[in-house]
């Protein structure tokens, strides 16, 4: 994880090792014997990120290649050695177990005294701030109903970079982060629902073969230690008209559900929002006061849909999109002829919120594939489109990123 963007206080109950601690006595560890045989390092800047990323690497796997190294080390950035001799020092480090993090620190006792530590709620108060991470959902909702302006959190990777930039730290600040219900994940025949604390890598674990363009797609969101800790529902929240996985939540059937204290009824009340319905302008969800997610669903794609999720963006890893869609076609094969049965498109980047193109798509339904179709509707969406310029884009660039994407899908799946 990225230890810049992360708060103190959500690290209790945790063993926090650092680059000193992955020397064992006297011994260098692997990775740091060979960053030093590749002259893989120079300035102090960057050498820990890239030897603790390669670290947590070889926790996962006994040596690496060339791919896996890069994978690992999409969210570190070097200025002074240049990648080559910090990837050659990733391929020749082989794992030891002498040198395993989770071997060498994992006692039974303290892990037993870190879980019990789980247990407890955690309240840390200052004069500026009041921290509050309770263990069970219903204290949350009571904390969030009692007090004004209370700022959940889930990892912090939004939060953490807008507080490092200088924004007054929050009057309360809730983390979710002891709350144990919040990291189920339910996978029914067709459809997932995934609890609010559950972090982007293990998502992608968990729907891996019901969900492979979804998975595929993660694949290119942030980086591994962003991914480690950042939740799907934190995605959501944040609002973000280019946050990535909007535009797959809108074509899937995406609701949110949310929960609140009832002060007056003392009870918990809780409700569904369908993806359509959850932006009402830019960052504004349709929250209501003291409303929580606690949860987000979505469908798998059926035999006959066809899900692709498109991302444009100024570098392929570790960048925000300028643009970003997904599209969900149904088709319907007689013979050499293939009908659209049922069209979903949706769009980031290119208004203030994510959005479906609705009219365009019931316009599709029904109607045979053919060349003219598809040229005409990516026509279409370049005049439906409304964007913005910003330092991403000109609002003409990113309509004809629109059009574009609509022309890939129709090369890779509608032309097919
Ligand atoms: C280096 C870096 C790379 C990134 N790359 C990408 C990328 O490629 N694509 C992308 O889309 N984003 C990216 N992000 C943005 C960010 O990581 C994601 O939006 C992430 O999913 C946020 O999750 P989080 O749990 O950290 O949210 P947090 O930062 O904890 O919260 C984000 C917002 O959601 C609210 N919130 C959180 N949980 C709840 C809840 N349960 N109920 C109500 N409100 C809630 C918070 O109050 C806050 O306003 C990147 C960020 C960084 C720092």
Request: charge should be positive; include cysteine.
């Amino acid at each position: 994880m990225n230890s810049c963007i992360a708060t103190v206080a959500q690290m209790d109950g945790s063993h926090i090792v650092t680059v000193e601690g992955i020397q064992n006595g006297s011994d260098l560890s692997p990775v740091q014997k060979a960053m030093r045989e590749c002259h893989g390092s120079q300035c102090g800047f960057c050498t820990p990120g890239f030897v603790m990323a390669l670290s947590g690497a070889l926790e996962h796997h006994r040596a690496l290649d060339e791919k896996t190294a890069c994978n690992y080390l999409t969210g570190n950035l070097c200025r002074c050695t240049g990648y080559q001799p910090i990837i050659q020092a990733a391929i020749q480090a082989k794992a030891q177990d002498s040198h395993s993090v989770s071997k060498r620190y994992s006692k039974p006792a303290g892990i037993v005294d870190l879980l019990n530590h789980q247990k407890r709620s955690l309240k840390l108060v200052s004069e500026k701030a009041t921290f509050f991470a309770p263990v069970l959902l219903e204290e949350a909702l009571q904390f969030v109903a009692e007090n004004s302006g209370v700022r959940v959190m889930g990892a912090a990777t939004d939060i953490g970079v807008q507080l490092n930039k200088g924004k007054p730290l929050p009057q309360f600040l809730l983390s979710l982060h002891l709350i144990s219900s919040l990291y189920e994940v339910e996978q029914l025949p067709d459809r997932f629902t995934i609890g609010a604390r559950v972090t982007l890598s293990q998502l992608r674990r968990k729907i891996g073969k019901n969900q492979t363009e979804f998975a595929r797609f993660l694949d290119l969101f942030a980086s591994p230690q962003i991914k480690n800790v950042a939740t799907l529902v934190g995605n959501i929240a944040t609002g973000s008209p280019i946050g990535d996985t909007l535009p797959f939540l809108l074509v899937s059937e995406g609701e949110v559900c949310v929960a609140k204290w009832d002060l007056k009824r003392k009870e918990i009340v809780r409700r569904t929002i369908p993806f359509e319905k959850l932006y009402l302008g830019y960052r504004k969800l349709a929250l209501e006061a003291g409303e929580v997610i606690t949860h987000v669903t979505f469908k798998n794609p059926t035999q006959d849909e066809h899900l692709r999720i498109y991302k444009v963006s100024q570098r392929k890893d570790l960048d925000i999109s300028t643009v970003s869609g997904a599209f969900n076609f149904k088709i319907q094969t007689s013979g050499k002829q293939k009908k659209i049965g049922q069209a979903k498109i949706a769009l980031g980047g290119v208004a203030a919120t994510p959005i479906r193109l609705s009219a365009i798509e019931s316009q599709l339904t029904g109607k045979e594939i053919t060349p003219e179709l598809l040229s005409e509707t990516a026509l279409q969406i370049g005049q439906f489109v409304q964007p913005l310029s910003d330092l991403r884009g000109t609002a003409e660039y990113r309509r004809v990123l629109a059009q574009n994407l609509f022309k890939k899908y129709s090369l890779e799946v509608l032309s097919e």
